[in-house]
């Protein structure tokens, strides 16, 4: 899906302070996971950002195009033009399946 690492610096709530009786090093699992808990995070990803555009007549879609009739040495010649005006951005859409977060720090299967 892309686009959701973190790579800028700041609070990440997946990440427990590291210290000197650090329990990840002790390797007491439950431990480890008490150090790393937030109560207000969620390793799960419930909605996203749409690559999606509505342009004015109110379709939906990735890309739009209009065609444009170019005349050369006395010639038609279709050619298609991309619009970049008068698109609005769908935003903001929930996910019907939740998905996890790639920065998430723990291995769900190791086969």
Same mark, same amino acid.
């Given at each position: $899906?892309?686009?959701?690492?973190?790579?800028? *610096?700041?609070?990440?709530? !997946? #990440?427990? #302070?590291? =210290?000197?009786?650090?329990?990840? &090093?002790?390797?007491? /699992? +439950?431990? $480890?996971?008490?150090?790393? #808990? !937030?109560? =207000?995070?969620?390793?799960?990803?419930?909605?996203?950002?749409?690559?999606?555009? $509505?342009?004015?007549?109110?379709?939906?879609? +990735?890309?739009?195009?209009? /065609?444009? @009739?170019?005349?050369?040495? =006395?010639?038609? *010649?279709?050619? %298609?033009?991309?619009? +970049?005006?008068?698109?609005?951005? &769908? =935003? @903001? @859409? *929930? %996910? /019907?399946?939740?998905? @996890? +977060?790639?920065? !998430?720090?723990?291995?769900?299967? /190791?086969?």
């Amino acid at each position: $899906m892309g686009g959701s690492g973190s790579k800028s *610096k700041g609070f990440w709530p !997946f #990440s427990g #302070s590291v =210290g000197a009786d650090d329990p990840i &090093q002790d390797g007491n /699992e +439950h431990s $480890m996971a008490r150090a790393r #808990s !937030f109560t =207000g995070a969620t390793p799960f990803v419930l909605t996203r950002r749409s690559s999606l555009y $509505m342009d004015e007549d109110g379709d939906i879609a +990735h890309e739009f195009y209009e /065609e444009t @009739i170019v005349t050369k040495n =006395g010639r038609k *010649k279709a050619k %298609l033009k991309r619009i +970049h005006k008068n698109l609005t951005s &769908q =935003g @903001i @859409i *929930k %996910l /019907e399946i939740p998905c @996890i +977060h790639v920065d !998430f720090p723990v291995v769900l299967c /190791e086969a």
